[in-house]
C-alpha cells in the first residue's frame, strides 16, 4: 500500500516489541518486559532502526548526559536500558492497538524512567478486511480532500454528533441549560455576529451555545471587548473585522458543529461595569456547565493565535503566526512490511512512536498554566481541545483525539467520578488536587484569584452538598488549614483575604502536606470551627470581602523558632529548631528539630529566633512506628483589627494572624498538656 511514509526496516529487538503490541498474548500484555538492551546500542546505530532512533532520543531527553557523546569515566555509568510494554488506556481495536513502553535505564545505582505511547496498525486484508492504516498518521488529516481547518471541522462536529446521540451512556456530559449568560452571540447568520441579551430568549425553550476557554494575552494586548460605550452598538453588529483570529475560529468552529450562539467572555461581559462583572463570574461555573461545548484555544498565547490551522503560504505572506498542522514533538512514523508468524503472510505494519503521552500533552500546553481556565476545564461537559499537532476530545464518558488514541480515562484528572450517574469526588483528596493545580498556574491580575476560583468552589458545592468558605471545607477544617507555600510569591499585590486562608498566599501550595496514609495510622484532628461567616459586598467569591468571623477552640502553646544551621531561605522546606517557651523546667530548653514554612518570605525569621503562639491542627502516628508521633500546627502572631459589627460602627478586637505552618516529629508529643484555647483568626 502507499503510505506516504518511507519503509523502514526496525531491527530484530524493537520488531518483537511491535509485534507483541499488535498481537498481544491472552493474557494481554500488561507489565510485559521485553528485556535489556546496551543503552549505547540505541545511541551508535540511529538510522539502522527506526524505532532505536525514537527509544534513543526519548532515553537522551530523560539524561543529562548525551549517550552517544559521553566522557569514558562515565562509561560504564549508563548501563542498560530495560523496557517494558505496558497496558495502555486506549480502547484497542482488532487491527489497530496502542500500548506505554516504559524505557529504565539503569544508572548505576540508580535508574532514570521515561514513558511513550506507540500506536500499531496491521493491514492484512484476510485478517482484518477492510482495514487501511489511519488517514491522521499517514498525512496529519482524518479526511482526504479537506484543507486542515476543514478536516478538524468534520471532526468535531462527527464527535459531538456521537456524543449527543449517546443518551445513556454520556448523560452526564448534556448540558441541562439551566442557566443563561447576560449575552451571547448569534453566528447563525453567515454574514454579521450580534450580542443577544438574555431577556430576549424564550426560557421555555433550551438555548444550545459553546463557550470559548482561550488566553488573552499580556494586559498591554487584550482582546476585542465590549463596554458601556459599544455595548448597544454590538445587539446590532460585531464588527468581524475586529475579531482576533481566536475569536474568528471560534466563530467558525460554533457553526461548523451548528451550535447558534457563542460566549466569549470579553464581548458577552460588559468589562467596564464592575456590578455586571461581579454577578457573571460568580456564575462561571453556571456559564460552562451549560454549554454544548467548550471550545479550548489550548496553544493559544493570546487572542491572535487561533484554533484551527491555516494554509502556510497565506499566513506566511502575511507574516503571522501560523498554526498548519504541526508534527508532535517526539513524534516518530514509518511503516514496514513483515511475515506473520502465525500464518506466514506477509503484512504491512505501520507504527507511530509518540514520546509524550496525548493527554500529557494537552496537560502541558499554554492554556493549563492559566489560573481562569481550570474551572472552566473543570465544570464543562465536553471540551475540544485546539492544539497546533491535532484536535482532542474529552467529555465525561471518553477521551478522543485525531491520532485514534480513544480511551476510557474521561475527565478523571479532576477527581471526579461519573459512574453513578450522579457527579461525586472520587476520594477525599479531590478537594486538595484541585487547590494544588489551581495554584500552580498563573493569572495577569493576582487580584483575581479568589474570582477565578468562584466556579470550582460552587462545583465542589454542587457535588458535596456543602460549599466551601474561603478555600476550606466545613468538615475537613483543621486538613484544609495545613495548606503550605510551595514556592516563591508571584509578586506584590494580590486579594485581599484573611490570612488562615491559601487563597492569601499568591505563590503555589500543597494541601496537608504532612498527611500520613498509612493503613494503620491513627490520626487525630485537634482544630475545630467555633463560628465561621463571610460577609460579601456583593456576589460571593467575586467581590470584595466585608468581614469575617472565624473563630477556631484547639491546642495552643508557645514556641520559639529559628532556622537551622544548613538551611537556607529558599529552601522549600525548611529545617528550624523549635523550642517550647511555655514550659517551665528542662522542658523550657529543650531543642527539637521540625520543618515548616512561612506564608511569605517577610514573615521568615532566618537564624533569628522568634516567638509564636502555636496552635495545633492535626496529629498522627503509627502502630507500628513505637511510639512516634507527628503534630502539624499554625505559626500564629498576636494583631488588633478594627472591625465591622454593625452599619457604620466598628470596633478594636484582639485576634491571630497566620504567619506560617510547621511539623515536628518525635516520641515526646510537643503539645501534650497544651491549654485548649478559642481563637479568633483574621
Same mark, same amino acid.
Given at each position: 500500500?502507499?503510505?506516504?511514509?518511507?519503509?523502514?526496516?526496525?531491527?530484530?529487538?524493537?520488531?518483537?516489541?511491535?509485534?507483541?503490541?499488535?498481537?498481544?498474548?491472552?493474557?494481554?500484555?500488561?507489565?510485559?518486559?521485553?528485556?535489556?538492551?546496551?543503552?549505547?546500542?540505541? +545511541?551508535?546505530?540511529?538510522?539502522?532502526?527506526?524505532?532505536?532512533?525514537?527509544?534513543?532520543?526519548?532515553?537522551?531527553?530523560?539524561?543529562?548526559?548525551?549517550?552517544?557523546?559521553?566522557?569514558?569515566?562515565?562509561?560504564?555509568?549508563?548501563?542498560?536500558?530495560?523496557?517494558?510494554?505496558?497496558?495502555?488506556?486506549?480502547?484497542?481495536?482488532?487491527?489497530?492497538?496502542?500500548?506505554?513502553?516504559?524505557?529504565?535505564?539503569?544508572?548505576?545505582? +540508580?535508574?532514570?524512567?521515561?514513558?511513550?505511547?506507540?500506536?500499531?496498525?496491521?493491514?492484512?486484508?484476510?485478517?482484518?478486511?477492510?482495514?487501511?492504516?489511519?488517514?491522521?498518521?499517514?498525512?496529519?488529516?482524518?479526511?482526504?480532500?479537506?484543507?486542515?481547518?476543514?478536516?478538524?471541522?468534520?471532526?468535531?462536529?462527527?464527535?459531538?454528533?456521537?456524543?449527543?446521540?449517546?443518551?445513556?451512556?454520556?448523560?452526564?456530559?448534556?448540558?441541562?441549560?439551566?442557566?443563561?449568560?447576560?449575552?451571547?452571540?448569534?453566528?447563525?447568520?453567515?454574514?454579521?455576529?450580534?450580542?443577544?441579551?438574555?431577556?430576549?430568549?424564550?426560557? #421555555?425553550?433550551?438555548?444550545?451555545?459553546?463557550?470559548?476557554?482561550?488566553?488573552?494575552?499580556?494586559?498591554?494586548?487584550?482582546?476585542?471587548?465590549?463596554?458601556?460605550?459599544?455595548?448597544?452598538?454590538?445587539?446590532?453588529?460585531?464588527?468581524?473585522?475586529?475579531?482576533?483570529?481566536?475569536?474568528?475560529?471560534?466563530?467558525?468552529?460554533?457553526?461548523?458543529?451548528?451550535?447558534?450562539?457563542?460566549?466569549?467572555?470579553?464581548?458577552?461581559?460588559?468589562?467596564?461595569?464592575?456590578?455586571?462583572?461581579?454577578?457573571?463570574?460568580?456564575?462561571?461555573?453556571?456559564?460552562?456547565?451549560?454549554?454544548?461545548?467548550?471550545?479550548?484555544?489550548?496553544?493559544?498565547?493570546?487572542?491572535?493565535?487561533?484554533?484551527?490551522?491555516?494554509?502556510?503560504?497565506?499566513?506566511?505572506?502575511?507574516?503571522?503566526?501560523?498554526?498548519?498542522?504541526?508534527?508532535?514533538?517526539?513524534?516518530?512514523?514509518?511503516?514496514?512490511?513483515?511475515?506473520?508468524?502465525?500464518?506466514?503472510?506477509?503484512?504491512?505494519?505501520?507504527?507511530?512512536?509518540?514520546?509524550?503521552?496525548?493527554?500529557?500533552? #494537552?496537560?502541558?500546553?499554554?492554556?493549563?498554566?492559566?489560573?481562569?481556565?481550570?474551572?472552566?476545564?473543570?465544570?464543562?461537559?465536553?471540551?475540544?481541545?485546539?492544539?497546533?499537532?491535532?484536535?482532542?476530545?474529552?467529555?465525561?464518558?471518553?477521551? #478522543?483525539?485525531?491520532?485514534? #488514541?480513544?480511551?476510557?480515562?474521561?475527565?478523571?484528572?479532576?477527581?471526579?467520578?461519573?459512574?453513578?450517574?450522579?457527579?461525586?469526588?472520587?476520594?477525599?483528596?479531590?478537594?486538595?488536587?484541585?487547590?494544588?493545580?489551581?495554584?500552580?498556574?498563573?493569572?495577569?491580575?493576582?487580584?483575581?484569584?479568589? +474570582?477565578?476560583?468562584?466556579?470550582?468552589?460552587?462545583?465542589?458545592?454542587?457535588?458535596?452538598?456543602?460549599?466551601?468558605?474561603?478555600?476550606?471545607?466545613?468538615?475537613?477544617?483543621?486538613?484544609?488549614?495545613?495548606?503550605?507555600?510551595?514556592?516563591?510569591?508571584?509578586?506584590?499585590?494580590?486579594?485581599?483575604?484573611?490570612?488562615?486562608?491559601?487563597?492569601?498566599?499568591?505563590?503555589?501550595?500543597?494541601?496537608?502536606?504532612?498527611?500520613?496514609?498509612?493503613?494503620?495510622?491513627?490520626?487525630?484532628?485537634?482544630?475545630?470551627?467555633?463560628?465561621?461567616?463571610?460577609?460579601?459586598?456583593?456576589?460571593?467569591?467575586?467581590?470584595?470581602?466585608?468581614?469575617?468571623?472565624?473563630?477556631?477552640?484547639?491546642?495552643?502553646?508557645?514556641?520559639?523558632?529559628?532556622?537551622?544551621?544548613?538551611?537556607?531561605?529558599?529552601?522549600?522546606?525548611?529545617?528550624?529548631?523549635?523550642?517550647?517557651?511555655?514550659?517551665?523546667?528542662?522542658?523550657?530548653?529543650?531543642?527539637?528539630?521540625?520543618?515548616?514554612?512561612?506564608?511569605?518570605?517577610?514573615?521568615?525569621?532566618?537564624?533569628?529566633?522568634?516567638?509564636?503562639?502555636?496552635?495545633?491542627?492535626?496529629?498522627?502516628?503509627?502502630?507500628?512506628?513505637?511510639?512516634?508521633?507527628?503534630?502539624?500546627?499554625?505559626?500564629?502572631?498576636?494583631?488588633?483589627?478594627?472591625?465591622?459589627?454593625?452599619?457604620?460602627?466598628?470596633?478594636?478586637?484582639?485576634?491571630?494572624?497566620?504567619?506560617?505552618?510547621?511539623?515536628?516529629?518525635?516520641?515526646?508529643?510537643?503539645?501534650?498538656?497544651?491549654?485548649?484555647?478559642?481563637?479568633?483568626?483574621?
Amino acid at each position: 500500500m502507499e503510505t506516504g511514509i518511507a519503509p523502514k526496516k526496525p531491527c530484530m529487538f524493537c520488531t518483537a516489541i511491535i509485534t507483541s503490541i499488535a498481537f498481544p498474548s491472552s493474557s494481554g500484555f500488561g507489565s510485559e518486559s521485553l528485556g535489556r538492551k546496551e543503552a549505547l546500542e540505541f +545511541a551508535e546505530s540511529p538510522d539502522a532502526c527506526p524505532m532505536c532512533a525514537a527509544i534513543r532520543d526519548a532515553i537522551r531527553t530523560s539524561l543529562t548526559v548525551d549517550l552517544s557523546e559521553r566522557p569514558d569515566d562515565v562509561t560504564e555509568t549508563y548501563e542498560k536500558t530495560v523496557l517494558r510494554v505496558l497496558s495502555n488506556s486506549a480502547i484497542s481495536l482488532p487491527a489497530l492497538k496502542w500500548a506505554t513502553l516504559r524505557m529504565t535505564t539503569e544508572l548505576g545505582e +540508580a535508574m532514570s524512567s521515561v514513558e511513550a505511547d506507540i500506536g500499531v496498525s496491521v493491514e492484512d486484508h484476510l485478517r482484518f478486511p477492510g482495514h487501511h492504516h489511519p488517514q491522521f498518521w499517514t498525512s496529519g488529516q482524518t479526511h482526504p480532500g479537506l484543507t486542515p481547518a476543514e478536516d478538524r471541522l468534520l471532526c468535531a462536529r462527527n464527535w459531538l454528533e456521537a456524543c449527543e446521540s449517546l443518551h445513556s451512556s454520556h448523560g452526564e456530559c448534556q448540558s441541562h441549560g439551566e442557566y443563561l449568560p447576560a449575552r451571547l452571540i448569534d453566528v447563525t447568520s453567515g454574514e454579521s455576529l450580534r450580542l443577544v441579551a438574555r431577556e430576549q430568549f424564550d426560557h #421555555q425553550d433550551k438555548v444550545r451555545y459553546a463557550a470559548l476557554s482561550h488566553c488573552w494575552g499580556d494586559a498591554y494586548d487584550e482582546p476585542l471587548r465590549t463596554t458601556s460605550l459599544n455595548v448597544r452598538a454590538f445587539m446590532q453588529d460585531i464588527p468581524q473585522q475586529l475579531l482576533p483570529r481566536t475569536y474568528r475560529d471560534a466563530v467558525r468552529i460554533t457553526r461548523g458543529v451548528g451550535i447558534p450562539y457563542l460566549w466569549i467572555d470579553s464581548l458577552c461581559i460588559v468589562q467596564d461595569d464592575s456590578a455586571e462583572w461581579q454577578q457573571e463570574v460568580s456564575r462561571m461555573k453556571s456559564v460552562y456547565k451549560g454549554s454544548t461545548l467548550t471550545i479550548a484555544a489550548s496553544d493559544g498565547t493570546d487572542s491572535s493565535w487561533g484554533c484551527l490551522p491555516r494554509d502556510v503560504d497565506l499566513e506566511a505572506a502575511a507574516g503571522k503566526h501560523s498554526n498548519t498542522p504541526a508534527k508532535e514533538v517526539g513524534m516518530q512514523t514509518f511503516s514496514f512490511d513483515h511475515l506473520n508468524e502465525g500464518n506466514g503472510r506477509l503484512c504491512n505494519y505501520m507504527v507511530r512512536f509518540q514520546r509524550s503521552k496525548s493527554q500529557r500533552v #494537552q496537560k502541558e500546553s499554554h492554556l493549563n498554566t492559566r489560573a481562569w481556565a481550570f474551572q472552566e476545564q473543570l465544570v464543562s461537559g465536553r471540551i475540544l481541545h485546539c492544539l497546533d499537532s491535532e484536535l482532542h476530545r474529552q467529555c465525561r464518558n471518553s477521551y #478522543q483525539t485525531q491520532s485514534m #488514541q480513544n480511551s476510557h480515562e474521561k475527565m478523571a484528572d479532576y477527581g471526579v467520578d461519573c459512574r453513578g450517574g450522579r457527579p461525586m469526588p472520587r476520594s477525599h483528596r479531590t478537594w486538595p488536587s484541585w487547590i494544588e493545580e489551581f495554584t500552580r498556574r498563573n493569572l495577569t491580575h493576582a487580584s483575581d484569584r479568589m +474570582a477565578a476560583f468562584a466556579g470550582a468552589s460552587e462545583y465542589y458545592g454542587t457535588l458535596t452538598c456543602l460549599e466551601p468558605f474561603l478555600g476550606l471545607r466545613r468538615d475537613s477544617l483543621a486538613e484544609d488549614l495545613a495548606w503550605v507555600r510551595a514556592g516563591p510569591t508571584r509578586g506584590s499585590g494580590g486579594v485581599c483575604a484573611p490570612s488562615w486562608t491559601w487563597l492569601a498566599c499568591n505563590a503555589p501550595v500543597w494541601v496537608d502536606y504532612w498527611r500520613f496514609e498509612h493503613e494503620d495510622a491513627l490520626v487525630e484532628n485537634h482544630t475545630h470551627s467555633r463560628v465561621c461567616r463571610v460577609d460579601w459586598q456583593g456576589p460571593r467569591m467575586a467581590s470584595a470581602i466585608r468581614t469575617t468571623v472565624f473563630r477556631v477552640r484547639g491546642p495552643v502553646k508557645q514556641m520559639a523558632l529559628r532556622l537551622a544551621p544548613g538551611s537556607t531561605d529558599s529552601t522549600t522546606l525548611p529545617g528550624f529548631h523549635l523550642r517550647e517557651t511555655s514550659a517551665d523546667g528542662p522542658a523550657a530548653c529543650a531543642r527539637v528539630n521540625c520543618s515548616g514554612q512561612f506564608d511569605s518570605d517577610s514573615h521568615h525569621p532566618g537564624h533569628v529566633e522568634s516567638t509564636y503562639t502555636c496552635l495545633l491542627l492535626r496529629s498522627w502516628g503509627r502502630e507500628s512506628s513505637a511510639g512516634q508521633q507527628s503534630e502539624t500546627f499554625l505559626l500564629l502572631t498576636p494583631t488588633v483589627e478594627v472591625v465591622e459589627v454593625g452599619d457604620d460602627d466598628y470596633e478594636e478586637c484582639p485576634g491571630f494572624r497566620r504567619v506560617g505552618i510547621a511539623s515536628v516529629t518525635g516520641r515526646r508529643p510537643i503539645f501534650d498538656g497544651a491549654e485548649r484555647r478559642e481563637l479568633e483568626l483574621f
